[in-house]
């Protein structure tokens, strides 16, 4: 079946501009979660979705950055503002609980460019 | 807080041996688990092995198999019979096993793992 998909694949943007990154999880799945690949900070967790709960946005490095899930599928993650440093790529990754664990399938990412 | 190391940046074994990529990780939790990603250039993340933390006997998945040893703290990857596809960035992963919810996996830097042929 279909997997994660994420959209655009690259994105370049000029400094001072807000940004849309948009995730589409593998349909049925309840949770969905965002992750940033940046060269100085490795992997690192952004935010969390599960069902109708409110979003787990521990992971959020500034007031720039929002996430919404609509309708609990597709994810929208706003960056506002963007600044060089947030130039990384950004992973999304749906699971679905399969007895007591939780798997997640990672989307192919989205790199981000900031000028 | 929970912190997973990966301390070689890089590797590089010739095809057909066998390489064994090092991580450790620190937390207070009783019951999680651990995993190894495979990222190949193409971006997409994919898991290569699981671990449960309750289990003694170390995961196998084809080439692939785990040293897991819970006191130290240790989780390495050993890939036999190296491929030239097995070129990738490996990341090892933490997830504290929440009861009935999901939960964030804490990575590790990740190592360049480079199979020559």
């Known amino acids: 079946g279909a997997g994660v998909s994420q959209s655009p694949s690259n994105k370049v943007t000029e400094k001072g501009k807000d940004v849309e990154l948009r995730c589409d999880p593998i349909?049925?799945?309840?949770?969905l979660y965002w992750y940033r690949q940046s060269l100085g900070q490795g992997l690192e967790f952004l935010i969390y979705f599960q069902g109708n709960s409110a979003p787990d946005k521990s992971g959020l490095p500034s007031d720039r950055f929002s996430a919404e899930r609509t309708g609990g599928s597709v994810s929208t993650l706003t960056i506002q503002r963007t600044q060089q440093e947030d130039s990384a790529v950004y992973l999304c990754?749906?699971?679905?609980?399969?007895?007591?664990?939780?798997?997640?399938?990672f989307g192919p990412g989205t790199r981000l460019t900031v000028t | 807080a929970q912190t997973v190391t990966q301390s070689q940046p890089e590797m590089s074994v010739q095809e057909a041996e066998t390489v064994t990529l090092s991580c450790t990780y620190d937390t207070s939790e009783n019951n999680y688990y651990l995993f190894w990603y495979k990222q190949p250039p193409s971006r997409q993340m994919i898991l290569v092995i699981r671990?449960?933390?309750?289990?003694?006997q170390n995961a196998t998945e084809n080439r692939f198999s785990v040293n897991f040893q819970k006191a130290a703290k240790s989780f390495s990857l050993k890939i036999s019979d190296s491929q030239l596809g097995d070129t990738a960035m490996y990341f090892c992963?933490?997830?504290?096993?929440?009861?009935?919810?999901?939960?964030?996996?804490?990575f590790g830097k990740g190592i360049t793992l480079s199979v020559r042929p």
């Open positions: 349909s049925g799945h309840t949770a």
């Open positions: 671990q449960e933390a309750y289990k003694q």
């Open positions: 992963a933490f997830m504290k096993h929440v009861s009935g919810a999901n939960s964030k996996l804490t």
């Open positions: 990754a749906s699971s679905l609980r399969q007895g007591v664990y939780y798997e997640q399938y």
